[in-house]
């Protein structure tokens, strides 16, 4: 391991699977989340914009959170999404994480009203704190502009982490700009960044990041794990232009609906492909492309056969 | 009136005040309502954007409801905002509407996932319509891309008519682009559309639409009720002049902040100032600043003495 932190390493955003009623699945579910912390996983982030976390109502997720500690998953590895556009809202799942022993809690900002103020958010984040008032509470900021809009500045991450040095430990840099990342890593000596996308794994742990939480986590954790597990030995470079050449071919199709298609297919659970509006389905003839693409280029495939 | 529709007229998206421990306050939100309705509003569209909707849980949207209507506002008066990222949620606060008798209920697209495909958005109004499973149902689609970002393209609203004819009978359009409200009005006869911003009330009502759902209500309500009543009479470009200045003149400042200083100064109740992270109320000399130019400028001035 790089150092000893909060958390480190290789975190998957977990996808939601969701039934023929359209309601979560949870035993498809933590069966993924099983074989995810066997394929070499050393954290797990529900809740997610991949996990269609806000598609979710509150009781949803607090019910999956418990399935999981329930079959098994160590609650210490378990750093759920927990950012609510209502500030009763995340407290409520927040506090109810800390209460299940979680490790820390992935918080979007707030994101409905657009450009807040530096203030604002920063109020937000202190009420939360303050509300969920529990010192075993481990915030990592989650920002990620592409999708929120409203994300975190400089000046903001600064101020928190002075505010709540013991609160405030890191941040997944979902911008996709690893200037940004950089810029965080130089600034905040021994906060925990996560670039959002492994395709920056490498660069980061070089830079000081502590490893990546991405959706690709979902399909290609071992190969992912093997960068981090020798991101300073000889074959690095080698190791991370794979997982970059996965990546790359994975984002060329929507990317929830593409990672539920392939799970799907190597499950052979045809369930496991379902998504909640606003998203779609992968349709099944890009579902065939994406299957047969990544196997041929990237000698990808999926083996279930001794899984759970 | 206009037209016989189910709605029309001057509705105000109302403010929800807020207590000094941050939840919201139902004596003052009521009061409020029955002043708005007094002034002359026809309806009422609470937990709206003006409302800061999104920053309240849905028990605290469901409780204030209940309270409006133990309060005396006829619930057929009543559009209050049910859209949501999470389907369930929506499902389950326009039930709550419907079963109170609300005329309608005002419905963000899910906002979370950025240019989400028309088929994703048709299927998740879809849904919730099935879901709530009620011929009661009136749904007006709430157009607001400068904040939701995500909107109703003329594609989708077509689409939405045509399969739900009975149930999708409206829209409020906050796009900023009164060629958009045109389009649609072009489009869809007899389709209930209100524009954002009373700016655009008489031109609105020129080209078929049937009033306006405009955050300045919740000052100005009785001379934005004088143009919807005179509308074809020989004053009716004067009095739009009128309101259009105003409207400009508190638009200069940040909208939600400045509602609610000026109903804080003129009930002489500090605490209507409050605001939810991560909005921030109005500094005092920015307060000081709007008064006092509103009243010079355009004659400005609240009465409350006769009220409640």
Known sequence: MKKEAGFSGVIAPVLTPFGKDGSPCAESFVEHCQWLMEEGCTGLAPFGTTSE?????????????????????????????????????????SRHAVDLGCGGVLMLPPFYYK????????????????????????????????????GFSLALIGRLIEAF???????????????????????????????????????????????????????????????YDNWQGPDADRLQAEITALRKAVQAFPMIAVLKALIAHYRRDPDWAR???????LPAEEAEKAIRTLAV????????????
Chains 1, 2 share one sequence.
């Open 115 to 150: 450009a807040p103020s530096e203030e604002g958010l920063f109020r937000f984040f202190a009420e939360v704190i303050e509300g969920v008032g529990d010192d075993r509470l481990k915030i990592y900021l989650y920002h990620i502009p592409p999708v929120a809009q409203v």
């Open 275 to 281: 998504v909640r509006p606003p998203l779609v389905k």
């Open 53 to 93: 976390g806000n598609s979710l109502g509150l009781d949803e997720r607090m019910e999956l959170l418990e399935d999981l500690v329930d079959g098994g998953i160590e609650p210490s590895k378990l750093m759920p999404g927990t950012g609510a556009c209502s500030l009763g809202d995340a407290v409520v799942l």
């Open 165 to 227: 040095p013991d609160t405030v430990v890191g941040l997944k840099d979902s911008s996709g700009d690893f200037s940004n990342t950089q810029a965080i890593l130089a600034a905040h000596a021994g906060f925990e960044v996560f670039p959002g996308s492994e395709v920056f794994l490498l660069d980061g742990l070089r830079k000081g990041a502590v490893g990546c939480i991405s959706a690709t986590c979902n399909v290609s954790a071992a190969a992912i794990r093997r960068v």
């Open 297 to 308: 280029q990237n000698n990808f495939a999926l083996d279930f056969a001794g899984a759970g």
